[in-house]
Each structure stands twice: as C-alpha cells, then as structure tokens.
C-alpha cells in the first residue's frame, strides 16, 4: 500500500469516528432512552442526543463542534514503519480539519496560538505496538475537553473519602468521581478506570480501556463484578443526562489494573462524553479494510 | 413551552428550574474573549438591553456568499462565572444559554435583573445548528476570530431547559444535594 492510500483510510477512519457513533454506543442510548420516564427533562436530553446521532451521520459532520483530542492506538504489522504511519496519519489530519471533519482544535500552551490543523506538539497522540499479525489495526477516540475536565485521579488511602487501599476504597473514589461530574462531561458517561499504575500509566490505562466495546464483560470476574456493581449504583445518584437529573447517569463503566510500587495506589478515572466518540479498522497490507471494529 | 422575543422581564420572570422551553428570536454567541472584554469595560457592538447570550463557539462558513452555520452546541459556561453576574446587571442581560451551568453569583443576578440560565443540550451540535434559521451578523471577528466572535443568530425553536431561574432556584445545586445524600448511603460501611 503506498502513503496516499494509507492517508485515504486513516482520513476515512477520521470521518467516520468523528460523524457516526458506533453502533454499541447507540445501542447503549437507546436503552438509556428507554428507560426515562415520558415527559421528562431526561427523555427530552436523549430525544435531542438521538436526533443528534441521525443529523451528524445523514449530514457527514461532527457529532459535537469539540472534535476533542485525537488519540490513536495501532497495531503495526511490519510492512509499515511508525515513522511512516505518523506522517500519514499527520496528512490525514490535515485534510480532515481543511474539510471539516475535524475543528481546528490544538493550542499552542504558551502563546496560546492555535495551529489551526490540528498538528504540534504532543498532537495528535499515536501510541504504537508492534504486531506479528498481516493486517494493521488501528483504533481511533476523539476525547472531548469538556469530559476530559471533570476525569480525575485519586490517591489511597484518601482519608477525607475514606477510601482504603482495596477494591471498597475504589468504589468510593469512583462513584466520588461521578457525583463531582454531576452532567458537567455531558452525561451520561462512560468510565474508564485504572487501579494502580504510576499517575501518567494510570491515565493512559484508563483511557485505553475505553476502546472496549462497550457490551463485551470484563475478562477478569472480579473486576467484571465491580463494573456492573459501580454501573448500577451510579445510576441510582439520580443526576441523568446533562445532570438534569434521571435514571441514566452512565452508559457504561470499564476497569483496568496495572502493577503498582508498594507505596503507592492511584486509581485514575477517565470521564468520556456520550459522543463517544471512537471507532478502529483493520487494514491489509493491501490497502482494504478488512473489517469495521464495533459493528 | 415557546419563549419568543421580545425577551422581557416579566416573560423571563414567568419561567421555573426544570422548565422545558424552546427559543425563538435573536441570540447573540458569546464565549471566554467576549466577556473578558465587556467585563473589562469594552464598548458593546450590539444591544444587549433583553438579550440572551449564548455560550457557543460555531463552526460557521461561507457558502455562495452567505453564512452557513455547521456546528453550534454550546459550551462549558462555568468558566463566565467571574463575569456573567456584573454584566446581567450592568447591561439588563435576560438570559444565557450554555451547558454545566453556572454558580451563585450568576443565580443571584438572575433573581435580581429576572433572568434565566438556559441549558441546551450539550454535544448536540447538528441539532442545535439546524435551529439557527439565519445568521444576521458576526462582530469583533477581527479581534477574536471566528469561535470566540459575537454572532447574531436568529433561532426557532431552540431546545434547552431552565435550571435556573430568578427566584433563586438552581436545578444544578439540586440534583448536586440530591445525589449527594444517595451517595452517602452508598459509601456507608
Ligand atoms: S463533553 Fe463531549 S459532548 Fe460535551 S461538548 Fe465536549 S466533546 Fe462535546
């Protein structure tokens, strides 16, 4: 596959995450949906969402004008180098921002000039493993500021929650979390949590975990457990979509564990938006795709 | 229900926390440079006597000529909080249109000039661009640039819900001590 095909798909990945929601993210919407009562605010934020979803894909355009931070996650076979799919995914970014996929979106942090393509420093994050299999995989998430703001770290034991060092105490910094986003990271959410790590693992973990599906159980029946545990009381907080309050305060909620340094015990909570925005292919060596990850 | 312009007093004074309405008439887009200038004593280029601010940077282009708006969802308003009181009160401001919602000194400038705080559904871009009927003018687009300029947008049957209002009510400090006591029942050993 040359570089001007490799662009061509990776624009395409663009477009299709930033202007369409994976169908297991819908499916999750709709059952939030259905669960509001009639005549509710709540059911009136989810009709709005839904109408949202249809209008975005019909038209082509971004779900939400915060095209967020673009984070992608590949899976290189040895037929690309990193150096190559970097500048062809740079490309790809490019064009998706001229053509409006994408909104001019990266702020220079010191003289706070915007790039105006969405290129710089630390823009967009690519995180690379190698992978022994033919084909490439490439899975995308555009993260939204506005959820990205209200993810948090937390360091146990927190003495002023009362969380211990043990899954009880995760409970309580994770739930913490969600009642201090009130709908303020436009609920409702999905989480994506990390026990243990370092604080800059800990982060990352936590928002890789949100390329799940969001239908699929937990591999390890313990955190699986906990998962549908925190799901469930979460939504018994009553704050509902945008915090207007209702049933459905998240959509979903997927934890990771990492080793940590016995003196310390982070969990770090990613917070992303109902425009869950993200999506993967896989790629052939010949330029195809192969498959569409969350269909 | 329908809230149309004119924006008066009594009009907004009349909406409750929790009230569904749906706005048609002019609002002018406003963000972060925009009340940084007006709090900082910049003249005005638009009336803002009954106006209703929206919190929204949009993606807006020209097409054959005219202005076509592509994106329009609102956006984060707690970061006005310093600014959005003294101008309700210094310019009769009558609403503000954004997501999150904002803190006490805001609510207690909407009890006091009888305004609202109108939350529109955050992330819902297309829907909300598909409100804007006609774009009626850009100002300060020089200075700010596109996002950060002041649009004037005429809308119809733009959806947001009052959470809160001008006798002090605010859905947000609700919900928030609501969920709280919910919350603590979870957490007890
Ligand atoms: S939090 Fe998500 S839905 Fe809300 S404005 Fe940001 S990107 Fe859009």
Not at chain 1, 132 to 147: Q, V, Y
């Amino acid at each position: 596959m040359d570089a001007k095909m490799l662009q061509a798909r990776l624009l395409e990945l663009i477009r299709r995450t930033s202007c369409e929601l994976p169908p297991d993210v819908i499916r999750e919407i709709e059952k939030g949906w259905r669960r509001e009562k009639s005549d509710t605010n709540a059911k009136y934020a989810f009709g709005v969402i839904r109408d949202n979803i249809g209008l975005a894909a019909v038209k082509s355009q971004p779900l939400c004008q915060d095209t967020g931070t673009i984070i992608c996650d590949v899976a290189r076979p040895d037929w690309v180098s990193e150096r190559a799919f970097r500048a062809a995914f740079e490309k790809a970014v490019d064009e998706a921002t001229r053509v409006g996929y994408l909104r001019q979106n990266s702020v220079d942090s010191v003289t706070g000039r915007n790039s105006g393509n969405n290129l710089g420093p630390g823009s967009p994050v690519i995180h690379f493993h190698e992978t022994t299999a033919r084909s490439l995989t490439a899975r995308l998430m555009l993260k939204g500021g506005g959820c990205e703001n209200v993810g948090a770290q937390y360091s146990l034991p927190d003495t002023s929650l009362g969380a211990g060092r043990d899954l009880e105490g995760v409970r309580i910094c994770v739930l913490d979390a969600v009642h201090k986003a009130q709908g303020k990271g436009c609920g409702p959410g999905v989480l994506g949590v990390c026990i243990g790590g370092d604080r800059a693992t800990g982060y990352v973990a936590s928002k890789e975990t949100l390329l799940r599906s969001l239908d699929d159980a937990n591999e390890d029946p313990v955190l699986a457990k906990l998962e549908r545990r925190l799901l469930d009381e979460a939504n018994t907080l009553g704050i509902g979509p945008m915090g207007f309050g209702g049933a459905t305060t998240l959509l979903g909620v997927k934890i990771t564990a990492r080793n940590r340094v016995p003196a310390s015990f982070f969990v770090s909570v990613s917070y992303m938006c109902w425009a869950y925005r993200r999506d993967g292919f896989q790629l052939s060596a010949a330029g195809k795709i192969a498959k569409w990850l969350y269909d | 229900m329908l809230l149309e312009a004119p924006f008066t007093e009594e009009k907004m004074r009349a909406l409750k926390v929790g009230d569904l309405v749906e706005i048609t008439g002019v609002v002018y887009t406003g963000r972060d440079a925009v009340h940084k200038y007006l709090h900082d004593g910049g003249k005005p280029p638009v009336v803002l006597r009954d106006a209703i601010i929206y919190h929204c940077g949009p993606v807006v282009v020209k097409e054959g000529g005219r202005w076509v708006v592509k994106a329009a969802g609102p956006t984060t308003s707690i970061r006005e909080e310093p600014f959005q009181g003294p101008l309700m009160e210094q310019y009769g401001l009558r609403g503000v249109i954004g997501k999150g919602g904002m803190g006490p000194k805001t609510l207690a400038a909407c009890q006091k000039v009888g305004a609202c705080y109108l939350h529109a559904v955050g992330g819902a871009a297309q829907v909300l661009a598909e409100c804007v009927t006609d774009v009626l003018g850009v100002h300060m687009m020089e200075e700010f640039g596109s996002p950060e300029a002041i649009w004037e947008f005429r809308v119809a049957r733009f959806p947001a819900v009052v959470t809160m209002d001008s006798h002090g009510k605010s859905l947000h400090a609700s919900v928030a001590s609501a969920s709280a006591e919910v919350l603590s029942r979870l957490l007890k050993p």
